[in-house]
Nanobody
Framework: QVPVVESGGGSVQAGGSLRLSCVYS????????VGWFRQVPGNKREQVAA????????YYADSVKGRFTISQDYAKKTLYLQMNSLRPEDTAMYYC?????????????????WGQGTQVTVSS
């Protein structure tokens, strides 16, 4: 069973919006930093946003601050990423993943439970 399942990707024009969801099906969700990452072929996977499931601050990459919002529904073990004012450079495969503890380390190498991703394509 896949521990996490992302959805909500699609194709939009620049300036549009999408809302991504990540459901933790059968996977422990408590006491973790959960994050959204994105990857373009040939590039490293970069952290977009993250939060600690126990509450507290949120983390954003500089490139998405003010445009993207990460949130969660703890009872549903679901993570969201609201993406507004999308730009062509936001085009990528988006993944969610987690790591134990409250420190949302920026390196994707420290995260586990990767989903299969959801593609976001923004046209100019």
């Amino acid at each position: 069973q896949v521990p996490v399942v992302e959805s909500g990707g699609g194709s939009v024009q620049a300036g549009g919006s999408l809302r991504l969801s990540c459901v933790y099906s059968g996977s422990n969700y408590a006491n973790k930093c959960v994050g959204w990452f994105r990857q373009v072929p040939g590039n490293k996977r970069e952290q977009v946003a993250a939060l600690f499931t126990g509450g507290g601050g949120t983390y954003y990459a500089d490139s998405v601050k003010g445009r993207f919002t990460i949130s969660q529904d703890y009872a549903k073990k679901t993570l969201y990423l609201q993406m507004n004012s999308l730009r062509p450079e936001d085009t990528a495969m988006y993944y969610c993943a987690d790591r134990l503890g409250s420190w949302c380390h920026p390196s994707s190498l420290t995260y586990t439970n990767w989903g299969q991703g959801t593609q976001v394509t923004v046209s100019s």
